[in-house]
């Protein structure tokens, strides 16, 4: 296995109307997970199939080590990818299914065994892949992903059926997958999964993308600080004695019920510093720390295609 790159350059796509992808351009680095999040019909699945060539873009690139999908001699060995975890024969075991596979890439059998292993189905590998659960079929697909000991993984919303065991799995195994040098892009819906998987990869990328183009390609830490901004939350029995110590030091109060406030302005020291100054008591000061699922969804609050109205509107 060599080092390669996931290179996405100025896609453009459209399904007869739908401007299904408008630019899209981001980089899969080896040797990290990038996460690869949008709301629905943000073009990410799009974006894999081109990659994969499965859909021609009408303009730009997608290029695996810098080479098309189409060029590659044996694209197993170069990219392994995981779209639907549905699309297989049901009546095929789980080991003659790879076999398949691995012998329309002339690899060995033993390979088959061994992903089998990795994937953790060896005691289920001669049961017909038809009655597998769907957490057992995203593991096939990994295994199926893996064959080729490529060095590109793309993976489509892999915790999908997880049961909590196996999205621990799924967790560790894709950082692994990372810290052997491999390029792996993963699509999910599952903010808190995803924000476990990267905070805890040492690497962490992130691509948030709307109405076909990216429109962010950071971190997740820089996302949740940027979400966060510098409010800080106070617990106290003397709310008004607080506010107005905190008012008069420059900071913005905003009371929001049961003793709690919100203060702008002020980092969370300073207003300990505040506080103790004039004896106000308070229970606890701490500064306010977004969830990627808050700042994914304040980032993409206007790339929503479709949007429900709230419980509370439709029962007036």
């Given at each position: 296995m060599t080092e390669t790159t996931i290179e996405v350059a100025g896609l453009r796509k459209r399904f007869g109307a739908t401007l299904a992808l408008d630019g899209m351009t981001f980089t899969v680095q080896p040797g990290q997970v990038t996460g690869f999040v949008g709301p629905n019909g943000a073009g990410k699945s799009t974006t894999m199939r081109v990659i994969l060539g499965l859909d021609a873009p009408e303009a730009g690139t997608a290029l695996i080590g810098g080479r098309r999908y189409a060029s590659l001699h044996r694209p197993l060995t170069a990219v392994g990818s995981l779209l639907d975890a549905a699309a297989l024969q049901p009546g095929r075991t789980a080991r003659?299914?790879?076999?398949?596979?691995?012998?329309?890439?002339?690899?060995?059998?033993?390979?088959?065994?061994?992903?089998?292993?990795?994937?953790?189905?060896?005691?289920?590998?001669?049961?017909?892949?038809?009655?597998?659960?769907?957490?057992?079929?995203?593991?096939?697909?990994?295994?199926?992903?893996?064959?080729?000991?490529?060095?590109?993984?793309?993976?489509?919303?892999?915790?999908?059926?997880?049961?909590?065991?196996?999205?621990?799995?799924?967790?560790?195994?894709?950082?692994?997958?990372?810290?052997?040098?491999?390029?792996?892009?993963?699509?999910?819906?599952?903010?808190?999964?995803?924000?476990?998987?990267?905070?805890?990869?040492?690497?962490?990328?992130?691509?948030?993308?709307?109405?076909?183009?990216?429109?962010?390609?950071?971190?997740?830490?820089?996302?949740?600080?940027?979400?966060?901004?510098?409010?800080?939350?106070?617990?106290?029995?003397?709310?008004?004695?607080?506010?107005?110590?905190?008012?008069?030091?420059?900071?913005?109060?905003?009371?929001?019920?049961?003793?709690?406030?919100?203060?702008?302005?002020?980092?969370?020291?300073?207003?300990?510093?505040?506080?103790?100054?004039?004896?106000?008591?308070?229970a606890e000061v701490a500064a306010h720390r977004a969830t990627l699922e808050q700042a994914y969804l304040e980032l993409t609050r206007d790339e929503v295609e479709f949007r429900a109205e709230p419980a509370a509107e439709r029962a007036r």
């Open positions: 003659n299914h790879l076999l398949w596979l691995a012998r329309s890439q002339g690899l060995p059998a033993r390979r088959v065994d061994e992903v089998i292993e990795q994937a953790g189905l060896a005691g289920v590998a001669r049961r017909r892949a038809g009655g597998y659960s769907l957490g057992m079929r995203q593991r096939l697909g990994i295994a199926a992903a893996l064959l080729g000991d490529p060095a590109a993984i793309m993976l489509d919303e892999p915790f999908n059926g997880m049961d909590p065991e196996g999205i621990v799995w799924m967790r560790g195994f894709l950082r692994t997958l990372a810290a052997e040098g491999r390029a792996v892009l993963v699509s999910s819906h599952l903010m808190s999964e995803l924000q476990a998987l990267l905070t805890g990869n040492g690497a962490d990328h992130l691509v948030v993308v709307g109405r076909g183009r990216v429109i962010a390609d950071t971190t997740v830490a820089a996302l949740v600080a940027a979400a966060s901004g510098d409010r800080v939350t106070l617990l106290t029995a003397a709310a008004p004695d607080a506010a107005a110590a905190l008012t008069a030091a420059g900071a913005g109060v905003t009371a929001g019920g049961a003793g709690q406030l919100t203060i702008t302005g002020l980092p969370a020291e300073q207003v300990v510093a505040v506080l103790t100054g004039h004896a106000v008591p308070f």
